[in-house]
């Protein structure tokens, strides 16, 4: 397969480093160059490569026999296993220069124009603000490897909702705005990743955050508003979600801990220190808590230690109309969406007697001011929280279900159980760590 002596970064993440017997070492996740004097081309030091074991390490360019469209082949392989961390004068391409705002001079380059030092009104006036898309690698005759061109899009106002310009290439000799001194002010932080972010879903947003370097991932989480960075977290591996949680301020981890669903919150805790888990409980507020302490009472290979405890639960003079209107709440999944719980008062967990529950279809074939107590099944077993986690599978399989009613022996509907949360139970512990449309993983 042919060489390639010049290569996007963007492309180059993901693909797999191969040691010189064909083993496979890990995948890509970064490139690391050095700035250089003002204009001069920044160098390439090496590769950040993630190990199947989720480490991080740098792996210098030196050790690289060839970059191919489908792999990256190393000379030896003997490499350093101590984890990444970049140091002074290092920059991430991905986790740094992407998305920064730089200005281009047209002028620069060209026959006639000032040199790369001249100041002044005209050449100020000729440089246009764009936000960098991708960084163009090449490899020189010295088998030195030099940043050689940048992918930029015209940068047009801000927010989530603001137009896209066209990209655009640009020698690095046009560039201005990428010197040491630029990278890491606001300009460059985090916030243009959040704008960038907006419109994905949580979990694509995960994926995209465990790409990031440990510094960087922590500033977007900084940045990210408590809403919005617990339907992520939710989406991150529990030990990822443990480090930025345990790193964010006190309070503030423990207002993102609320905002998450008490089930996926009470997982969080359970893999940290008693001790710690009590510290983040304590500034919660209580009825945020209450839910949380409950589930962790539960063993996590149960119907309890699986169960949401805020379902749609409703009493049994409730209408068709207004129950439908609970299903229609966009916070809610789609699998505890399709059923609704019926129970004496209180409504809350752990509710009164429960007397049944209503699909969703149901729902949607009777008249809007039917009452829900008209029209609920009770013939639908239900699970007890001690159940184990095959007799959950079994009780979806056999009555072709996404979501089933969790009660006690006294008849309190304590939560339910959703299919998403047993298929994360199920998935091996470490299925996050594949990209969904990565048919090499998969087929490997």
């Given amino acids: 397969m042919a060489n390639l002596n010049k290569a996007f970064v963007a492309r180059l993440a993901g693909l797999p480093v191969i040691g010189p017997d064909g083993d496979d070492i890990g995948r890509i996740r970064d490139v690391v160059v050095t700035m250089r004097a003002r204009h001069k081309q920044p160098r390439v030091l090496g590769l950040v490569v993630e190990l ?72 100020s006036a000729a440089t246009a603000r764009y936000q960098v898309v991708d960084v163009e690698i090449e490899q020189q005759r010295t088998r030195d490897w030099l940043v050689s061109r940048l992918a930029v899009r015209v940068r047009r106002g801000r927010g989530p909702l603001g137009r896209r310009g066209p990209v655009s290439i640009q020698p690095w000799a046009r560039i201005d705005g990428l010197d040491d001194d630029a990278i890491g002010t606001p300009e460059h932080g985090a916030e243009s990743l959040v704008e960038r972010y907006a419109d994905l879903r949580p979990a694509d947003v995960a994926h995209a955050l465990r790409e990031l370097p440990e510094v960087r991932r922590l500033e977007v989480a900084r940045t990210l508003d408590d809403e919005r960075l617990a339907d992520i977290l939710q989406e991150l591996p529990h030990d990822e979600q443990t480090e930025i949680v345990t790193r964010l301020e006190l309070e503030r981890a423990a207002d993102v801990l609320e905002a998450m669903d008490p089930d996926d919150a009470a997982d969080l805790l359970g893999e940290l220190p008693e001790k710690d888990a009590e510290s983040f409980l304590e500034l919660m507020h209580p009825d945020g808590s209450a839910p949380v302490r409950r589930l962790l009472t539960f063993d996590a290979d149960t119907a ?106 006294e008849g309190h509907l304590l939560g339910a159980v959703a299919v998403d949360d047993l298929l994360d139970h199920l998935l091996p512990e470490d299925w996050r760590d594949l990209d969904l449309h990565d048919t090499r993983e998969v087929r490997r």
């Fill in 304 to 409: 309890g230690g699986l169960m949401t405890p805020e379902p749609i639960i409703l009493s049994p003079q409730t209408t068709v109309a207004e129950a439908l209107a609970h299903c229609r709440n966009p916070d809610l999944s789609p699998a505890l969406a399709s059923l609704v719980f019926v129970v004496r008062s209180p409504t809350a967990t752990p509710t009164g007697k429960y007397l049944g529950c209503v699909h969703i279809q149901a729902l949607l074939r009777e008249l809007p001011s039917t009452m829900v107590a008209e029209t609920v099944d009770t013939s639908l077993s239900t699970l007890r929280p001690t159940d184990s986690v095959d007799s959950v599978t079994r009780f979806f399989a056999t009555y072709n279900l996404v979501c089933g009613p969790v009660v006690d022996d």
């Fill in 52 to 123: 199947p074991t989720r480490r991080r390490i740098f792996v210098p360019m030196l050790r690289v026999a060839a970059v191919e469209p489908r792999s990256v082949a190393l000379v030896s392989g003997t490499i350093n296993l101590h984890r990444f961390q970049s140091r002074p004068g290092e920059n991430l391409v991905l986790g740094a220069l992407v998305d920064s705002i730089v200005g281009v001079d047209p002028e620069r380059g060209t026959t006639g124009a000032a040199p790369p030092g001249a100041t002044g009104t005209t050449r």
